[in-house]
């Protein structure tokens, strides 16, 4: 039987564990996903960036941007694009806040059999 999309979103952390201008990054299937709350909207991004593989995480946030704290590159909350070059964007990930859980879609568990 194939799961229906909705089915893969699994619960990350508590609503209540993010914090304002700061990521809250968790692990999930092997994958470090960095979450950021932002005027009452939750973003998940892949943990890594794509220049030098540093934690997105544990750069600034401002403004619904991410920046590097490894390298300085900027990605846009919302569409995981790199500043400059729209093109260029790192995995994100859907985000539904269910009660007191913030849950976010794994889109490789889509297709999975029970």
């Given amino acids: 039987m194939r799961r229906r999309v909705s089915d893969s979103y699994v619960p990350v952390v508590r609503r209540a564990a993010l914090e304002r201008q700061r990521a809250t990054v968790v692990r ?5 996903i960095a979450l950021f709350a932002v005027d009452g909207v939750v973003h998940a991004l892949e943990d890594q960036c794509l220049r030098c593989s540093g934690s997105l995480g544990a750069g600034a946030q401002v403004r619904g941007l991410a920046i590097c704290a ?3 590159w900027v990605y846009d909350l ?3 694009a790199v500043e400059g070059v ?8 859907e985000v539904r806040i269910d009660g007191p859980d913030v849950r976010i ?9 029970d």
């Fill in 28 to 32: 999930r299937d092997g994958v470090a």
């Fill in 70 to 72: 490894g390298c300085g």
């Fill in 78 to 80: 919302a569409t995981g």
């Fill in 86 to 93: 729209p093109g260029l964007r790192t995995e994100r990930f």
């Fill in 105 to 113: 879609a794994l889109p490789w568990r889509s297709g999975e059999s």
